[in-house]
């Protein structure tokens, strides 16, 4: 098991859920973050004065998959939230030791 994190552009959200229902990946969690990378942010004009917004907001993916799922998802993340540009995001996959179903109890790969 393998637990999927992906930050990338809010305007890559809807390409990306896409992407993901056409693998059958359909359980995901969604959180809006603020960050920066190599964009360091970017300079706005406000009232004539120049403010430096170090923090941009991206959408944060998390995605709880069996090891067979792994590079269909990575994938389907990668077709949908790639634009070229720099700032795309990031794909994070990290072990996953345990998952338990709170309903049932089921643990493991069941779970998921």
Known sequence: M???IAIIQPSRLEDVKGALSE???VRL???DVQ???RQKGQTELYRGAEISMNLLRKVQLQIAVNDEFVEPTVNAII????TG???DGKIFVLPMDDCVRIRT???GPEAI
């Open 2 to 4: 393998k637990l999927i």
């Open 23 to 25: 693998v059958e990946v």
């Open 29 to 31: 969690t969604i959180m």
């Open 35 to 37: 960050g920066f990378g």
């Open 79 to 82: 077709k949908g939230g790639r």
């Open 85 to 87: 540009e720099v700032g």
């Open 105 to 107: 109890g089921e643990r």
